[in-house]
């Protein structure tokens, strides 16, 4: 018996070779259109389409965040917005070589922690301008750029050598 061919998908008659079957690749076109609010962090994304870079400041603490934080994790006060030195450097980084599908095309693409003067966490984001991980040094000064159109994401900031 030679099974059955249906949708152009063929079928085996005898089901021990289905082990052995190549897998089915499918079209499937979607889109989701998602609704999201940033809430408390809003100014920082507004500062991002300003080309400025946000972060927050506990008063009492003397404790800035790269990452804004509306309150203290340390004494749960309220926190001050800021505004961050738009240079520093590369405390550690990676390579990235796989990336979800808006980054496919841009792969691989490093990430770097951006540790500032005078702040006390670190920001995460992309360094571009180098041509792989090789020039990439702990230490390495770096600079703050601005995608030219805000998407108001957090990939609007990036980082290149300084």
């Not at 100014?43 to 008063?59: E, V, Y």
């Amino acid at each position: 018996m030679t099974g059955t061919t249906v949708f152009n998908v063929p079928f085996p008659a005898d089901l021990s070779t289905l082990k052995g079957m190549s897998p089915l690749v499918i079209r499937f076109p979607y889109s989701v259109e998602y609704l999201h609010s940033y809430g408390q962090d809003s100014p920082f994304f507004a500062g991002l389409a300003n080309r400025k870079l946000l972060g927050t400041r506990c008063g009492p603490c003397q404790y800035t965040y790269a990452t804004p934080r509306l309150h203290c994790p340390a004494c749960g006060r309220e926190t001050d917005w800021t505004e961050l030195p738009q240079e520093g450097r590369v405390h550690t980084f990676t390579t990235c070589y796989y990336g979800s599908e808006e980054f496919l095309k841009e792969t691989p693409f490093h990430l770097i922690l951006v540790e500032f003067d005078g702040v006390d966490t670190l920001l995460l984001a992309r360094l571009i301008g180098v041509a792989g991980p090789e020039e990439i040094r702990i230490e390495m000064k770096v600079k703050a750029k601005f995608r030219r159109n805000s998407q108001l994401k957090t990939t609007d900031v990036y980082f290149v050598p300084a």
